[in-house]
């Protein structure tokens, strides 16, 4: 009896240990499955948000455009045209600014910059947030290094100054034509031709260069957003005509500001060569006292030298003196007259009209615009005939021997001689071009300037 017993005692117990193990096991496998489960959730989402980012990578970033300081994708743009004669209401007039506003704008902003001052043919730029609601800000650039932002609202303006970089650049080259081809050719900036002929149009009469003549500068270019805008200063530069070397160095010290040569005497004379800038004219007569008159068709004396250029270009003074006529005869035209001295006077003839405030007795100086080019008078086309008095006689300017500038004082020589030393070295250091090189692109531009006459 006592067997039957023990022996369904542990039948029992096998049973239920079989049982809680069977539980174990479940309980086991449920969690495996959810311990699965929630990995490949994670692994499905990690998988979403890869994917996500990468379809946001991928998106185009759009950059805004900006301008004046402005994000113009902000605002409705308007860019024209100043016309001939237009005024600013008949430009604001059509953004729905009153005529009242215009008025006091144009009060509020004259000490800043004058609306006066808006030229025809300069592009400006409208911005308005809402058209509605009328223009926000009229925009001008009165050249390429500042911008006058006009605001509309405040009735008030301000001008912004462009930030310009500064490279140092190194140039040189030999003449076969002519100062202009030769720079052109180098693919120099066309204002540098101009800042040369101001550094040595004292010392050098250009249109008795030849070719072989050289030339070698030292100056900086200016930019703008990585755009070149301009020619800064110019350091030095180097000329050779026919067996004459000239060195112009620039040199800035207190009172001292200009071009010197190697011997520290300065470049600026009292007189100018010519009162018309070298590179927009041509000598079409010379002094001679037994020309044949070309409108008179017989000989007469021609006491002057006429340079022939293109109507309206700028007539210059060519030293500082006192306007002692500004008048008009039948053969003369239009003319100004000027006394520089008790030894020198000038006379400029055939002039389309005068400078702005030129009239007798008014003061002028030295590079000052005194009239522009025209063919009043008698004159068979567009020139100023250029005539040059010494001590009440009519003679030649250019065999003159005419007075040196006042030289460098001695106490001033010891800082210039290291400024003139180092710009020299650095100018004798730059190459010629090649000399074939040169004459593949010689025969380039003439090729080119062929081709724009036919």
Not at 34 to 44: C, M, N, R, Y
Not at 46 to 60: C, M
Not at 342 to 359: A, D, E, N, P, S
């Amino acid at each position: 009896m006592q067997s039957n017993e023990t022996n369904f005692t542990e039948e029992s117990s096998l049973k239920l240990i079989k049982a809680i193990a069977f539980i174990v096991l479940c309980i086991l496998g449920i969690s495996m499955l959810t311990l699965v489960s929630d990995q490949g959730k994670h692994a499905s989402a990690s998988l979403a948000s890869v994917h996500i980012k990468q379809e946001i990578q991928s998106l185009p970033i759009v950059v805004p455009t900006t301008k004046y300081g402005f994000v113009l994708d902000t605002f409705h743009v308007l860019v024209d045209t100043i016309e001939n004669n237009q005024y600013l209401a008949e430009i604001l007039l059509p953004q729905k600014i009153s005529y009242a506003n215009i008025d006091q704008l144009a009060k509020n902003v004259k000490d800043t910059f004058a609306v006066t001052k808006l030229r025809a043919y300069k592009e400006y730029t409208i911005l308005s947030r809402d058209t509605a609601q009328g223009a926000d800000y009229f925009i001008y650039e009165p050249d390429v290094y500042s911008y006058v932002v006009y605001d509309l609202k405040n009735l008030s303006a301000s001008i912004k100054r462009r930030k310009v970089t500064t490279v140092q650049k190194e140039a040189a080259g030999i003449i076969e034509s002519s100062l202009w081809m030769a720079m052109k050719d180098n693919g120099l900036p066309i204002a540098l031709i101009d800042r040369m002929e101001g550094i040595f149009q004292w010392s050098l009469d250009f249109h008795h260069i030849q070719p072989g003549d050289r030339f070698k500068v030292i100056y900086d270019e200016e930019y703008i957003d990585g755009e070149p805008v301009g020619v800064g200063k110019i350091y030095g530069g180097f000329f050779k005509n026919y067996d004459n070397e000239y060195y112009g160095i620039y040199h800035e010290n207190g009172k001292f500001k200009g071009y010197y040569d190697e011997n520290a005497a300065p470049m600026k004379s009292p007189f100018l060569k010519a009162p018309i800038k070298f590179s927009q004219f041509r000598i079409s007569s010379s002094y001679n006292l037994r020309r044949f008159h070309p409108v008179l068709k017989r000989v007469r004396p021609h006491f002057g030298t006429d340079y022939a250029a293109a109507y309206g270009t700028p007539i210059v003074a060519v030293a500082n003196g006192v306007v002692t006529h500004a008048s008009r005869t039948k053969g003369n035209g239009r003319y100004v007259k000027i006394k520089h001295d008790g030894v020198y006077q000038t006379q400029y003839l055939h002039m389309q009209k005068f400078g702005k405030g030129i009239r007798s007795g008014v003061h002028v100086k030295q590079g000052q615009v005194i009239g522009y080019v025209g063919s009043s008078g008698l004159a068979t086309g567009p020139h100023v005939c250029f005539r040059f008095w010494k001590n009440g006689k009519q003679v030649n300017h250019r065999r003159l021997k005419l007075p040196n500038p006042e030289p460098m004082p001695e106490n001033e020589k010891p800082t210039f001689y290291p400024v003139r030393d180092k710009v020299v070295q650095q100018l004798n250091a730059i190459p010629y071009p090649d000399r074939q090189e040169i004459e593949e692109i010689t025969a380039d531009s003439v090729r080119e300037i062929s081709g724009l006459i036919q």
